[in-house]
Structures are given as C-alpha cells and as structure tokens.
C-alpha cells in the first residue's frame, strides 16, 4: 500500500504533484471565491503549511471545519481554522506563528485564567461554527497519528515482503542455472576420453554459465549495498 504526502502550502502556492502547476493561495476571504483553492479544499481531506513564521499539519473533519495540528516538544498543539472559506494565507501564517511559540507562552494563551477561559467560551458559542473540546480535538489527533503510523508501518511491511519474493525467485533462479551447470559437466563425465573436443565443449558451456551466476550475483550484492550521498 503506497501512502502518499500530504500536499504542501507555502508562500509559492499550493504544490499537488496532481496540479499542472502551483496554485496560489489567496489572501483575503473575498477572493476564496474567486480562485480554485476553495474547490480544491472541498475537494480533500489534509495539508502541510510551511512559512518563515512556522508550520503545522491541517486537517479537514467530518463535520467539514479544519484544524491545524502540530507537535512540539512531545505535547500536541492544536487550533481551529474554520471553515474552507477561511482558510486566507494570512489566516494559515498567523496560526503557524501562533503554534511556534514558546512552551510557557502558548499554554499560557491557549488556557488563560477560569475567568477569562469561561468569558472566552461564553463568546464563542455566539459563533456559526461547532465548538470541539480540548480533549476530543486531543484524541482525534492522536488517533489520526496513530493511523499515518500504522499505515507507514503497513507500507514497510508491503515493501519487505516484495523484496523478500524478488529475492527467493533470484535465488530460485540462481538453483535452477546451477543446476543446469551441473547437468553439463555431469553429461561431460559420461563422454568416452576419445570424445576430447566434446567434453571441452560441454565444460566450457558449464563454466560460461557458472560465470554468467557469479556475475548476476555479484551485480545483485553490488545493487543492495548502501549508496553514499554526494
């Protein structure tokens, strides 16, 4: 199974490899639009932001709103997005910048005083969108972490096992030419010693064969030895 990367945003635009080109993200609501990056959010599921001011992981749930994730230091750091009319550049980069702050500076905004924080929620329930909780934003991240491992982890095991079939049918083969190189010198063995020019034929076949395995097999030892970088 091939797991593919989640496409990247950065300053240049939007790089899909299934895009003829990069697409540019704009950077105001009213131009969302306008331009193909709404279509294209509609259209997945994931993205990686890369900027000078940070970078995070954004992910689209089922109930249609985005969120950006991003580990630091062990502990995973989460915001809402909103919605994929939202999602402006200025939007991602003032969100990357958030989430690249200090340990002691994020936590300290992200749970402020019981006052401020019940304020701060009262308010945002006046909004249009789902409020999730920290810990359900907590566990869905996590879960989906879990899921990009076990994934890597399957296309690991997939790759290993192709390797190790190519291998056994190039050992099989290898078996079969020996075999075969046995056969001639064997059918060499059985000529009269008058049939001199016969048996040189028939071990010089065996030999060029037998040289033919050893050539394949170094080739194949040459092949899986780890190349030095440049």
């Keep these: 199974m091939k797991i593919t990367q989640a496409p990247l945003v950065t300053l240049d635009g939007l790089h899909d490899p299934t895009l003829p080109a990069l697409m540019s993200i704009p950077k105001t609501r009213t131009q969302i639009s306008k331009s193909g990056w709404l279509d294209w959010l509609e259209r997945h599921d994931r993205f990686k932001f890369e900027s000078p001011s940070g970078k995070f992981t954004a992910y689209k ?4 709103y985005w969120t950006a994730q991003r580990r630091v230091h062990g502990k995973l750091r989460h915001e ?5 009319g939202d999602l402006t550049y200025h939007l991602l980069d ?3 910048k958030k989430m690249n702050m200090p340990d002691s500076a994020y936590w300290r905004q ?3 005083e019981p006052q401020a924080e019940q304020k701060l929620n009262v308010q945002s329930h006046k909004k249009d969108y789902e409020i999730v909780s920290e810990s359900s934003l907590q566990a869905a991240a996590e879960v989906e972490e879990l ?4 994934a890597e982890a399957k296309n690991a095991i997939a790759n290993l096992e192709q390797m190790l079939k190519i291998e056994k049918e190039r050992a099989d083969s290898y078996s079969l030419e020996e075999l075969k190189a046995a056969t001639i010198l064997h ?3 059985k000529l009269k010693p008058n049939a001199g020019g016969a048996i040189k034929a028939k071990i010089k076949q065996a030999l060029l064969l ?4 050893y050539s394949a097999k170094v080739d194949g030892l040459i092949n899986h030895l780890p190349q030095k970088k440049l």
């Design 61 to 64: 749930s089922s109930k249609n």
């Design 80 to 84: 809402y997005l909103g919605a994929s």
């Design 94 to 96: 003032q969100t990357a």
């Design 110 to 112: 992200k749970y402020p």
């Design 147 to 150: 899921k990009q491992q076990l």
């Design 187 to 189: 059918e060499a063995l």
């Design 210 to 213: 037998i040289d033919d395995i």
